[in-house]
């Protein structure tokens, strides 16, 4: 491909000129491995971006889509239905924790954590507490790129430059030194969810909505909660009248080998926001699931039955072809078992990568479920590049992982089998030691 071809698209969360130098171009996928555009086999460290867990490729999802597409392309979601939205719904209900039940359909991560954030702010303001308009997020949290999203976000860099969000105070991260290269849950840390009663000393709990976080980091590398963290932050948002939403756009339908973080975990809160694994990434859809109560809650005081009682939605929202897609990547996921295999073959890729341990630059692991990081030790004054590097090395041996700020991130598909996780982990150590 030419230099002009690569010219015009601006391309996301990426270098654009050292990638538009150096492309990596990616052709075609199936099952676990991707093909580049010079016929290689490149293996999938990151099942996509987080999203392709059940393997590339699936003939299932491809046959809805395209019987959904010939049957119906698109259905406006405001005022008017099909059966493919609500038929979606009722499954995500079966697949939640009770008792968030009600779904409401968004196109992404991103969407589905303002659209999270908005509904909370509402919830309190029919409640008759106004007032209650500020969010709590946590240091290293992601949770998108919207204004809500990044306002409720710890990544410094996400932030920086993009100046006023909404009003969001901050938890601290859970990345305590004493938990390094601690495998699976920390036992050290559940102490940091005291913080919260702190902020609310400072803000009073009649100005906060709602605490936002990941019930596992994933994008900062990989970060899963000390053991009974998430439980202490539940007790103290349910004593002081705060809904807690988790961001499952990474731990919903199956990464940490349980079909939610809040299941994983054993944590309720009063919303999950998931997108990515939702349709195995194939078409763009996210979904919030609230709790009956802020459904009921908005229902109640929704004036005269032809109102809207939430003026919120996307054009986009519950896209029949999305929906279909949803569906049977679902199915999927269900009948072939693949959470279960996430369960039984989750302490097998944790021990496998933490023999990673003494290489090179690795200042440290993390793993749980089907995930894992590595935290990569700085050039002086240089956090970005020895990750990129490391990257970089993976591609030209043929392996796709992730590079975020200093860490270097893991994701195999659900269906991946033991040898590929094998060469994949000994392909990132013949890197590191190569860069030694
Ligand atoms: C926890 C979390 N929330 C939100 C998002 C944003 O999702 P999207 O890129 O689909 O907007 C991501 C993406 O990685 C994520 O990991």
Redesign the pocket.
Known sequence: MSQANLEYHWMPYTGNRQFKKDPRMIHSADGVWYTDDRGRKILDGHSG??TTGLGHGRPEIADAITRQLAQLDYAPPFQFGHTGAFELAEKLKELMPDPLNYVFYT???????DTSLKMARAYWRLKGQPAKTRFIGRSK??????FG?ISVGGIAANRRHFGQGVEADHLPHTMLPENKFVHGMPETGAHLADDLSELIALHDASTIAAVIV?PM???AGVIPPPVGYLQRLKEICVANDILLIF?????GFGRCGAMTGSDAFGVVPDII?T??QLTNGVI?M?AVIAHEDIYHTFMEHGGPEYALEFPHGYTYSAHPVACAAGIAALDVLVEEKLVDRVAAEASYWGELLHTLRDKPHVSDIRNYGFAGALTIAPYPGEPLRRPFEIAMGLWERGFLVRYGGDTIQLAPAFVMERPQMESLVSALGETLDALA
């Open positions: 971006l987080w196109n992404s991560g991103s969407e589905s954590a949290g992601y949770h998108g790129v919207n999203g990941e980091a994933g994008s961001d499952e756009v990474i731990t926001n997108a990515k763009p996210g």
